[in-house]
C-alpha cells in the first residue's frame, strides 16, 4: 500500500484496528516466558484463529505478531539467528487470516531501553534495529507498518526514519503514555504528534496506558496539533492481578465500547483494542459506529 491510499483510506472515516494479542494467546495456551512471535509462529493455527476473528468481528486492519521479533527482542530468547523466519512467517500469518478482508500492519516496538544521554542505547544501533526488521516486513508483504508501545518520541522518530530508509509503505505510530498525556521516558502527547507528522507518520496516537474512560482530554489535545490520522487503542481499564499473577481487566466489552465512542468524537479516527480487549471488544466498537454513534460529523 502507498502512504497516498493509506490517506484516502483514512480520510474522513473511521477505522477499526484489532485487539489484544500477547493477553489473547495466554488464555490460548502460551506459556509464560517463552517468546511471544516464536510461539505464534509454532501455533499457525492459533493465531490464525484469532486474527479471523478479529477480521469478523471488524478490524479493518490487523496487527501482524511481530511485536518483539526484532533483533534485541530475539536476542532474549537466544534466538536472533530466526529473525527473519520469524517476522516473515508471521506476516504471512497474518495476510492469511485477512484473506483479502483487512489490511496487515507490520509491527515493531520498544526495546524498553533508553536512548542516550538517559541510557547506554545508541541512536545508530537502535535504527539499525529497526530498519533491519522494517525491511523484512516490508519484503514479506506487509500492507503497512506500526511503531506500537513506544516509550519516547526520540525512539519513535528513529523507528520512522529507519523504516523511511528501506519503504514507502504508511507507518503508524502510538505511544504508551499516562492518563495526564504525559510519556514515560519524558515528553507529551502533543509534542509526540507534532514531532511525529513533522517526520513523516501518517498516524499517530495511543496504544496500552489506560483505560479509554481516562484518555478524552488526551485525544482530544493530540487532534488539536494533529495533521494525521489520530490512533486510540487502549486497554481494557485497569488490570488486577489475581493469585496465578493473571490479568483481570476492568472494563467489558459494552462498557470499552461506549467508552471508546466518546474517544472518537474526541477526534480518534483509527480505533482498536490493547491488553485485556477480545474480538467481542472489537464486534461491539463496531455495532457502536454502524449505529451512527462513532460518526466523526457527529
Known amino acids: ?165 528501506v519503504c514507502d509503505l504508511p507507518i503508524m505510530c502510538s505511544l504508551t503514555m499516562e492518563a495526564d498525556g504525559h510519556l514515560l521516558f519524558g515528553g507529551t502527547a502533543t509534542e509526540a504528534v507534532e514531532t511525529l507528522q513533522a517526520v513523516g507518520a501518517d498516524a499517530v496516537g495511543l496504544n496500552c496506558s489506560v483505560g479509554p474512560d481516562q484518555l478524552e482530554s488526551v485525544v482530544a489535545s493530540m487532534k488539536a496539533v494533529a495533521q494525521v490520522p489520530v490512533i486510540a487503542k487502549p486497554n481494557a481499564g485497569l488490570p488486577v492481578m489475581d493469585e496465578q499473577g493473571r490479568a483481570h481487566y476492568s472494563m467489558d466489552p459494552d462498557t470499552f465500547a461506549r467508552a471508546m465512542i466518546r474517544l472518537i468524537q474526541a477526534g480518534a479516527t483509527l480505533v482498536g483494542g490493547c491488553c485485556g480487549t477480545d474480538p467481542e471488544y472489537i464486534r461491539r466498537l463496531r455495532e457502536k459506529r454502524e449505529q451512527g454513534a462513532g460518526n466523526s460529523e457527529q
Not at 23 to 51: C, D, F, N, Y
Not at 56 to 79: C, K, Q, V
Request: glycine residues 10%; proline residues 3%.
Open 1 to 165: 500500500m502507498r502512504r497516498e491510499e493509506f490517506e484516502r483510506l483514512a480520510s474522513g472515516r473511521v477505522l477499526l484496528l484489532d485487539g489484544a494479542t500477547g493477553s489473547e494467546l495466554r488464555k490460548r495456551g502460551m506459556p509464560v516466558g517463552v517468546s511471544t512471535e516464536l510461539w505464534a509462529l509454532e501455533h499457525p493455527g492459533v493465531i490464525l484463529e484469532l486474527q479471523r476473528a478479529y477480521v469478523d468481528a471488524g478490524s479493518d486492519i490487523i496487527y501482524a505478531p511481530t511485536f518483539s521479533a526484532n533483533r534485541m527482542g530475539l536476542e532474549m530468547h537466544g534466538i536472533a539467528d530466526r529473525l527473519h523466519e520469524i517476522n516473515a512467517g508471521l506476516v504471512k500469518l497474518s495476510k492469511q487470516a485477512a484473506n483479502g478482508r483487512a489490511l496487515v500492519a507490520g509491527d515493531i516496538t520498544t526495546t524498553g531501553k533508553p536512548l542516550e544521554p538517559v541510557g547506554t542505547l545508541s541512536y545508530q544501533a537502535l535504527y539499525d534495529v529497526y530498519r533491519e526488521q522494517a525491511a523484512i516486513l516490508a519484503e514479506a508483504g506487509a500492507d503497512l507498518l506500526v511503531a506500537e508501545t513506544m516509550l519516547s518520541v526520540d525512539e519513535t522518530v528513529c523507528a520512522v526514519e529507519a523504516a523511511r530508509s
